[in-house]
């Protein structure tokens, strides 16, 4: 299964894309950044985020798409931006079929480390450790895709809550079973950072 991870942003929008194989192995396919700059109309921005992503979507076709979900902040701005390309990245997935699932950092970081509080270095390092990387991805916001991604692999059903995420749990083992054997008949995925 391949799963593209997003942390959102409206300057820098990082992407980070996985395959979760027999067993949850996990496997490191590709991270970037895709960046608008500031000095743009915000129109523009969101178009120049909106357009990466496809890209990514396009290059990549993940089975699912698993986004950071956007939690208060104090800076008004930076969570409306925040928000905005988070809702971009929710229209590219459904406009193509993809299931979409939302994880908190604090999801993120549970799954990871084990420790919902954990440091930004601590996150880094482990992403690192699971995916077999040699050097800690960079900037953060790549870290944070990679992290999203990871986080679905190893908590399919999101955020939903009590027999909601059973249901959805049921589901979520279906499409595993789908997409594992869709991605063994098609290898044509290119790999690099």
Known sequence: MIILGVD???TRCGVGVIEAGAYRRLSFIHVDVVRSDPKMSQDLRLLAIYNGLVEKIERFAPDAVSIERVFAQENRNTVLGTAQAAGLAMLAAAQRGIPV???TPTESKMA?????KAEKIQMERMVARILGLNTLPK????ADALAIAICHALRPAGAL???EREQHLTDAQRQWA???QN???QRGVRRGM
Not at 112 to 116: C, E, L, S, V
Not at 139 to 142: H, S
């Open 178 to 180: 789908l997409a594992s």
């Open 161 to 163: 809550q009590g027999g």
């Open 8 to 10: 959102p942003g409206l």
């Open 139 to 142: 900037p953060a916001d790549a």
């Open 101 to 103: 699932a939302l994880h």
């Open 112 to 116: 990871i480390t084990g420790n919902g």
């Open 183 to 185: 991605a063994a008949r």
